[in-house]
């Protein structure tokens, strides 16, 4: 249910911008109902895994009492765009029990390099501050709930 939610969502999203592009007046100010409607059910950045910045990582990620997947990604990543919508799922479905957040290589390189991290995607699963898996490439929505099944 929660991965069409997410479907669900990105569809709006992405009507909603070919919409604009168009300028066709469908998400105008003019049409209050549609307005309501495609702002109400636009992905909100409360369902996004967060992206963590270096000032954060150690109270983020290393205290964690919960195991942590870490995406690291950057700007012109199609395949880390897809990565990050299935871990928005996974969130959902392991709140609380596994965290999940985002590194841009390109804000942050330090982070990268202090992990190893050359290309990306690049996955890293932390537990109790350890570095548990480490997977280089596109992982699939499976593939990350196994890793997560594994280490929560």
């Not at 997410?6 to 469908?26: D, N």
Request: aromatic share 10%.
């Amino acid at each position: 249910m929660d991965e069409i939610r997410v479907l669900y969502r990105l569809v709006i999203t992405v009507m909603c911008f070919v919409c604009l592009g168009l300028s066709v007046g469908m998400c105008s100010e003019s049409d209050a109902l549609i307005k309501t409607y495609v702002s109400s059910t636009l992905h909100s950045d409360d369902l996004l895994i967060h992206e963590v910045p270096k000032s954060d990582w150690d109270s983020l990620v290393m205290e964690s009492k919960a195991p942590v997947m870490v995406l690291f990604t950057a700007y012109l990543c199609p395949t880390c765009f897809i990565m990050s919508f299935n871990m928005d799922t996974l969130d959902l479905k392991f709140a609380g029990r596994f965290k999940f957040y985002s590194v841009d290589l390109d804000d942050e390189p330090e982070i990268g390099a202090r992990w190893g991290v050359l290309t990306c995607p690049t996955t890293v699963v932390f537990k109790l501050g350890k570095v548990m898996d480490k997977r280089t490439g596109f992982l699939n929505e499976a593939t990350q709930m196994d890793i997560v099944e594994k280490y929560i």
